[in-house]
């Protein structure tokens, strides 16, 4: 083999090892590029979906949730409550929740997918105030006239045991129900569309 045809083999692999090690540290500084661009874990977690559990929610109870960054109720209506939410047709604002502040499913006179539980997010469609769930009848502070339901310190804002604003108050419109589903009779996943989950 002449010194010549040693020097070209030579040149071949040195060409091929700078190659290939520039092609690995090329894909090592890129990983890092590429992982950036991808949400952190806290900024998934701000719009994952939350499991919520009811297992032990009592009549007339409340428990609350964090979705998205904001306050998420279920309270376990009783029956009376439920038989308040009828009565009080005539006096919310928009009682058929018109206005689609729901999920297709919750598109009822219960604003639920089981009467019994309410799921809520617990923002005043206001000013983003955190209403009072107010579960008592007739409270000397409310008036003679209150069924039960949620009262937003703020401004004054009054919302029924559905959620439905009463009118002549600041809320514009009933408060939101998110989507939710069913995961068993204990617990809600808030977040998943119940019927596109």
Same mark, same amino acid.
């Given at each position: ?51 919520? =559990?009811?297992?032990?929610?009592? /009549? ?5 949730? #964090? ?11 009783? =029956? ?5 939410? #009828? #009565?009080? +047709?005539?006096?919310? /604002? =928009? ?11 919750? %598109? ?21 105030? %955190?209403?009072?769930? /107010? ?5 000397? +502070? ?15 804002? /009054? ?33 998943? =569309?119940?019927?596109?989950?």
């Amino acid at each position: 083999m002449s010194s010549s045809d040693l020097n070209n083999s030579r040149r071949r692999f040195l060409t091929g090892a700078v190659v290939a090690m520039g092609g690995i540290g090329s894909a090592f500084a890129a990983v890092p590029f590429v992982v950036s661009w991808t949400p952190s874990d806290r900024a998934k977690a701000i719009g994952a979906p939350v499991e919520v =559990d009811i297992s032990k929610l009592e /009549r007339g109870g409340i428990t609350r949730a #964090k979705w998205q960054g904001k306050p998420v109720w279920v309270v376990r209506r009783t =029956d009376a409550a439920l038989a308040s939410i #009828k #009565k009080l +047709d005539d006096q919310v /604002r =928009d009682p058929n929740s018109l206005e689609e502040q729901q999920p297709e499913y919750a %598109a009822n006179e219960f604003r639920s997918i089981k009467p019994e539980y309410l799921v809520l997010v617990g923002v005043c469609t206001h000013l983003g105030c %955190a209403p009072s769930y /107010r579960p008592e009848v007739a409270p000397a +502070d409310l008036g003679r006239e209150w069924e039960g339901g949620f009262f937003c310190p703020c401004h004054g804002s /009054r919302f029924d045991l559905a959620g439905r604003v009463f009118p002549g108050v600041p809320a514009p419109t009933n408060l939101v129900v998110p989507p939710h589903k069913y995961l068993s009779d204990g617990r809600i996943l808030v977040g998943v =569309d119940s019927e596109k989950a």
